[in-house]
Structures are given as structure tokens and as C-alpha cells.
């Protein structure tokens, strides 16, 4: 199974697994799930991290490196993810969220979220 991971159960995978519920340990550790980052989370962490936000304090270069050799794989975003946010519905505000959703709906994967309002979207969102 094909997981894309949202921003923040990506930083908490790679630098705070135990704040991870059991059953997404569980998917992540499956050896049969393969594990996806969008750029879109680099993205984000790197514009927060440049405004100063302490809960994405970080150097997404870094964290895409050790993200790689992990076994992860990067998707990039590209314009079909971009043209298919006009299709969502108006539930989530924030662009990295709504970018995810669509990637996850134009390429097939599971959007593992921990983001209640990401979990109401009609694409394959998982909530954990």
C-alpha cells in the first residue's frame, strides 16, 4: 500500500516516533507499505522554520536526506496535483494540506493525517 505521509506525521515519524499512535507505527514499520513524502511538507517545514514557528524547527534538507535514505520516496508536485485543489470542497484553509489531499486523490495513495479536518476530504485519507 502506497502511504503519503502529511507534514506532520512526517516530522513526527522521523524525529518523534512515539508521539505516533500504535496503528501508524504499525503501517510505517510494515515493510509492504511503501512510504511516500510530498515536496509540498519540505515546503511547508522550510517556510515555517524561516518564520520562526518552534514546532518545525528543522533543517529540511536534513530531514529530506535522512527521509531518502530511509527508504522513503519524494513525490514532486506537478500541475495535475495543482489543478485538482479547484476540485476539493472549502474544508481546510491551509494550501500544504489542501496540496496534499489532491496529490494523494490524483496519484492513488493513502494521506496518512493526524488533522481531523484533513480526515473529512473524499480522498483516501487515513486518520491516525
Not at 78 to 101: N, Y
Request: proline share 8%.
Amino acid at each position: 500500500m502506497k502511504l503519503l505521509l502529511d507534514t506532520h506525521v512526517l516530522l513526527w515519524a522521523a524525529w518523534q516516533p512515539d508521539r505516533l499512535p500504535a496503528a501508524a507505527r504499525t503501517l510505517l514499520e510494515n515493510p509492504e507499505n511503501e512510504l511516500i513524502f510530498s515536496s509540498a511538507s519540505l515546503w511547508e517545514i522550510a517556510i515555517k522554520c524561516g518564520l520562526g514557528r518552534s514546532d518545525f524547527q528543522l533543517d529540511s534538507r536534513l530531514l529530506r536526506r535522512g527521509l531518502l535514505d530511509n527508504g522513503y520516496r519524494e513525490l514532486p508536485i506537478s500541475s495535475q496535483h495543482v489543478v485538482a485543489i479547484d476540485g476539493l470542497p472549502p474544508i481546510h484553509k491551509d494550501p500544504f494540506d489542501r496540496l496534499l489531499v489532491a496529490q494523494s486523490m490524483v496519484e492513488g495513495m493513502i494521506l496518512l493525517t493526524a488533522d481531523p479536518l484533513v480526515a473529512q476530504y473524499p480522498a483516501p485519507v487515513r486518520m491516525v
